[in-house]
């Protein structure tokens, strides 16, 4: 990497610690531009050459998490040894830590920017959730070449009902502030179990 491309990814790296570090404090309604600038040690000027809103800046935070969570999902899979239901779980478990880590009001940001504007948002999203997708399919074909499950099973359509019935429960939780963890995590592991457990070989 050049030295060009150090400083801007120096000059990135200072602007998301600066807007974590302000909105942990302040709140993401109470944290402006300017703010992040000043903390970041940069004009306001140049943030706006990085990022052009509020919006962005939230979406490469959480994107961020998104790297991680699927790395402790990753290996998860590769360390599994029985039970696929406690498989989908697990990486059900990392998902909601992820968003649980942080105010679900930053993820209902990035929700509703995802939903209105950012192609190159949009296309950020369409991989995670393309890698999410695979991931899920990974955990099932290992499952299976255990002989935990049936070779019968299509492990592409199940893994489509999967990935939807967890795109949905996670949607739910981001966007509804009533909903509890341990509530949405149950009747999250309910539905999987209706799921796999007619096809699990014992």
């Known amino acids: 990497m050049s030295l060009r491309a150090r400083k ?4 990135r790296n200072d602007i998301l610690n600066a807007a974590e570090k302000l909105i942990k ?5 109470d944290t402006t531009m300017k703010d992040i600038a000043e903390v970041a040690n940069m004009s306001y000027q140049t943030l706006y050459n990085y990022f052009p809103t509020k919006s962005t ?3 490469s935070m959480l994107l961020k998490d998104v790297v991680v969570a699927a790395a402790r999902a990753e290996a998860l899979i590769n360390n599994y040894v029985s039970d696929p239901i406690g498989l989908i779980n697990a990486g059900a478990k990392i998902q909601l830590d992820m968003v649980s880590s942080r105010d679900r009001h930053l993820w209902r940001e990035f929700v509703a ?10 296309e950020a999203v369409e991989h995670t959730d393309l ?3 695979a991931r899920i399919e990974r955990a099932l074909k290992v499952t299976q070449q255990a002989g ?5 099973v299509d492990v592409v359509v199940m893994a489509n009902i999967i990935y939807n019935t967890t795109e949905m429960a996670f949607l739910a939780y981001i966007m509804r502030p009533d909903l ?7 009747a999250f592991e309910k539905e999987i179990s209706l ?6 070989t014992s």
């Open 8 to 11: 801007k990814q120096q000059a």
């Open 131 to 133: 890698s999410a997708h």
């Open 148 to 152: 935990h499950l049936k070779t019968s």
């Open 57 to 59: 800046i939230v979406q």
């Open 113 to 122: 920017e995802y939903m209105v504007n950012s192609q190159d948002m949009a």
């Open 180 to 186: 509890k963890r341990a509530d949405m995590l149950q």
């Open 25 to 29: 404090q302040r709140g993401y309604s």
């Open 195 to 200: 799921i796999i457990s007619p096809y699990l």
